[in-house]
């Protein structure tokens, strides 16, 4: 004998696909007017950020490996010294992550997230700029992001400019004493990158990665001229460490 539940329609369930990022912006770099893409994923298996979702700031119409062969990756890091591509220290393996995230922007693994939608990404804590500096992009973007972050970590070389916008946002990358010293002046926290015999000035202290193992998602340290803490050192590290003068 038939029953009610046995004569209705089997209710199928469907998988609804989680997404693992979002193209946050696609358009021209606020450097030099190259084209580029930031790109926001929510995962990663960084040890030393620990679980922060990684903005990465790619040129657009070349894979990160080939952008930096041909010295093309100024519209992405400005100025930056490390650039591998100048000869410099940088730390990321470019033919890694940088180059698997461009890959799936490319198979359209990433859909466009507009900045009136970010209350979806209330709560995450962001890394700005896991490959590129954030100035690259629309501080529009930037100031949105920082307000549904819970914590944030950004790096910049374009503080010279004297974005305040920026300046909230991002510690001041600097190159040597001096230009922590400029940059201080200027109202900027600093991150400065230095070998093992370089002085830590009274206003620094050394990465609490390095010192104690905390990792950027709790450190909260990072997270630019708001903050009241001292400023950053951290030894250089990364395959590429030799380079470094």
Known sequence: MNTLKSLLPTKVKTKVAKEIGYVLYEGKSNIDGSNIVGILTLKTTNVKTGQMAQ????????????????GLDGGICGGCKLRQSLG??????IGQAPNSVYKAFKRDKYPSLS????????????????????????????SSLKSVAVNNTSYTHQWKIGNEVLKSVSMASVDSIEEQKEAISKGWR?????????IIL???????????????????????????AKNIVIPIHGSWSKRFN
Do not use: H, Q
């Open 190 to 198: 600093t991150f400065r990158v230095a070998n093992e015999d370089s």
């Open 202 to 228: 009274d206003n620094e202290i050394i990465c609490p990665n390095v010192t104690k193992g905390i990792n950027c998602s709790e450190c909260n340290l990072c997270n630019g001229a708001n903050s009241k």
């Open 115 to 142: 900045i009136k939608d970010y209350s979806i990404l209330n709560g995450l804590k962001i890394r700005f700029g896991a490959y590129g500096d954030p100035y690259a992009l629309p501080v529009e973007i930037l």
């Open 55 to 70: 903005l990465w700031i790619l040129n657009a119409d070349m894979n990160p490996v080939e952008t930096s062969k041909l």
């Open 88 to 93: 410099g220290a940088c730390y990321v393996n």
